[in-house]
């Protein structure tokens, strides 16, 4: 990448039929490494509170923590184009806060996208945000903020009558301002007809093959986890193995007096040592 991926080269993407990987990530290390392997987009999503934090739901994250990982993730990346995930509260208390809260991912962080969860109510806030020059991704399909109210995630639009409700939710996304669309766990030929007829980019996340992108989690791509996975999510290594077999190796060195060997240390310059020892009387 020669240049920063923006907007207009995704929607041109989405407009030649040419598919573009996304890739949730959370630090600088990491976000590096798939920058380097030239993924278009890196996505900061809330799912950071259960990756990152250890959190059983995305809702204990706060606004703050994730400007700053959003911020450390534009570092590592700064030719991708960057989508933070607006976080829970930090948009459903008022239009203004929300406004004001998209706007910190802009102007501390770097981000040139921010996603939101969105349900028919929000669309007063896609609106006021995108009026405002942000460039917003409207999430459909399951909403994993709101669990705490529904008790349990399930797929969506499974049904011909919820089918029609979220197509016709996305419409009103885009008609909103939306720039681009996530649909999550959504019943493929659902997100089939969504793409088709969307003049923006749709990223499918467990919603089927048929959309302009996909997008995974760092951890499940890498296999860095043997915890139970979403149904739709794909491990394209298994380095958890790799990572322990390490750690064992060399905490086992540490024991045994292996590590660190001589050429590992740092010495005194030529003739320093003998003075120490003068100074020192021995």
């Known amino acids: 990448m020669s240049k920063r991926i923006s907007i207009s080269d995704l929607l041109d993407a989405h407009q030649t039929g040419r598919r573009f990987a996304v890739v949730s990530c959370y630090d600088y290390t990491t976000a590096k490494l798939v920058a380097e392997a030239g993924i ?62 998209a706007g910190r991912f802009f102007q501390e962080a770097g981000a040139q996208v921010v996603k939101i969860e969105c ?39 499974v049904t011909a009558e919820h089918a029609i409700e979220l197509i016709e939710l996305a419409r009103k996304c885009v008609d909103a301002g939306a720039d681009m669309l996530l649909v999550e766990g959504t019943a493929r030929e659902v997100a089939a007809v969504i793409t088709k007829e969307s003049p923006v980019p749709v990223i499918s996340c467990g919603s089927g093959p048929d959309c302009d992108a996909q997008v995974l989690i760092i951890s499940d791509i890498l296999g860095l986890s043997s915890a139970p996975k979403p149904k739709f999510a794909k491990s394209f290594a298994q380095l958890d193995a790799i990572i322990h077999g390490a750690l064992r190796d060399y905490a086992s060195q540490v024991r045994s007096g292996q590590f660190p060997a001589d050429e590992l240390c740092y010495h005194m310059k030529p003739g320093q040592l003998e003075a120490l020892n003068r100074m020192l009387g021995q």
Not at 55 to 65: E, N, V
Not at 119 to 141: E, F, K, Q, W
């Open 119 to 157: 349900t028919a109510a929000h669309l007063d806030i896609i609106r006021a945000v995108s009026d405002a020059g942000m460039a917003v991704m409207a999430h459909i399909g399951i909403r994993p903020q709101r669990v705490a109210k529904l008790g349990r995630l399930r797929a969506e639009g």
């Open 40 to 101: 278009e987009v890196l996505l900061v999503g809330d799912s950071a509170a259960q990756v990152i934090l250890g959190h059983d739901s995305t809702l204990p994250i706060t606004m703050d923590f994730m400007v700053a990982i959003t911020d450390a993730v534009r570092r590592a990346a700064p030719e991708a184009c960057l989508v933070a995930d607006m976080p829970f509260l930090s948009y459903h208390t008022s239009v203004a806060d929300a406004v004001k809260n």
